[in-house]
């Protein structure tokens, strides 16, 4: 069974003074083991449809299912605390803590023992191709593409397949953003992970296995 799958979907925004029409009818599966990219021009409806995939919102119209089930019926906190792990292209660590904290914290959110969490943070880390000297520095002393593995690291923290990034190799020099889109292929091959990535950059698109194209609210597979 797919991990997501998307049904018809369409997605107004409505406000008093205008209507848009962001998404307007996008039917697409996706698997675990595979890397997805979603390309496409500024305002064409991508972050539209994968902050649908990620339960911040339900369509207007049609179904985002997860494992068969209907995003209208289930938590969406709960999903999303739970199924959905999310990077971003400004990283989103948490400042104040240290690399090694920002990847316990989903651990501990989900009680796992303080012990327990900094062994598996540790090797999470170590999992992401980063040397065990960051452990202790905070974002602010980290590269950006040391900064986006932590949170790769973090998403790994929690006990979901499925990895939503939108655009995050935005921030990195072409270098870093071809070694952190490779390092997120192989967590798909290797570590049986579904991950779809936003992604301006179609110098990349060469390490992704399956491309879609979003225009105009109507997502073409490549
Ligand atoms: N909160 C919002 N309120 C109204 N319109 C929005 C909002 N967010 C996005 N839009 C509009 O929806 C369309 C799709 O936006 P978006 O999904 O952000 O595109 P992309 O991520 O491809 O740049 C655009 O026309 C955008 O202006
Ligand atoms: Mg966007």
């Known amino acids: 069974m797919s991990i997501l799958t998307l049904q018809s979907v369409r997605y107004t925004y409505k406000s008093k003074y205008q209507t848009v029409e962001a998404l307007k009818d996008v039917s697409c599966s996706f698997e675990q083991g595979f890397l997805y990219a979603i390309v496409g021009k500024s305002g064409s409806g991508k972050s539209t449809m994968l902050s649908l995939m990620a339960g911040l919102d339900v369509p207007s119209e049609g179904d985002v299912f997860f494992r068969g089930t209907s995003t209208r019926t289930i938590n969406l906190d709960t999903y ?3 199924h959905v792990a999310m990077i971003y292209q400004n ?8 690399a090694l904290e920002n990847v316990m914290y989903p651990m501990e959110l989900h009680g796992i023992r303080p012990k327990d969490a900094k062994s598996k943070a540790e ?38 397949n499925l990895i939503l990034a939108d655009e995050p190799t935005g921030n990195l020099d072409s270098t870093a953003s071809r070694n952190i889109m490779t390092l997120l292929a192989r967590l798909a091959h290797e570590r049986n992970y579904c991950v ?24 073409y597979k490549e």
């Open 123 to 160: 090797e999470h880390i170590r999992s992401v191709g980063l040397p065990d000297t960051v452990f202790n520095r905070f974002p602010s002393m980290l590269s950006g593409g040391e900064q986006q593995r932590v949170a790769i690291a973090r998403a790994l923290a929690m006990d979901t």
């Open 196 to 219: 779809v990535v936003i992604t301006h950059d179609t110098s990349l698109l060469d390490i992704v296995d399956v491309t879609y194209q979003m225009r105009d609210g109507i997502l």
């Open 91 to 98: 990283f989103r660590l948490f400042p104040l803590l240290t």
């Open 80 to 82: 999303r605390r739970n």
